[in-house]
């Protein structure tokens, strides 16, 4: 019986969010060992109360066509938003530096786009971090500081 349990609760852990083509797949991620996970931090401005993304999530091989899909979880929701993971299509941007992968920015690849949205009406300051593992067994974890500005109205 135990053991069933753990098969459970193991299958529960290894589902992951996907969104693709209008269907959802919810999908969690076990959580990331500390240790073994590259932490990144950004910060990005938002407008109150707009979806906006906050990153893009990829993994290319040497011949530009994708590896797979970063699998990520909320490891700190914001205070004063939401969170949610979908499943683009977008450009890869790779320093010319990397020779080796800089010719995979003109083509589309797909990855997991993370998108923040703040609650109606919310200003200031909030913070939110994700974390998972991408397609080769890379951990990371990135933390997100946002400026909520006001909704202008306008033209």
Known sequence: MLSQISRI??????????????????????RVPAKQARTSRFE???VSG????????YAVNADCTSSGLTRLNIAKPPAHGSVSFVVIEDYPTFPRSNAEYYACNKRRTPGVSVVYRSTDDFTGADDFSVEGVGPKGRFLRVEYFVTVLPHGGGD
């Open 44 to 46: 990005r401005g938002a």
């Open 50 to 57: 707009v979806a906006q993304r906050m990153g893009f999530f």
């Open 9 to 30: 609760t193991a299958i529960t852990a290894i589902a992951s969010i996907v969104l693709l083509s209008g269907c959802v797949a919810v999908v969690a991620v076990p």
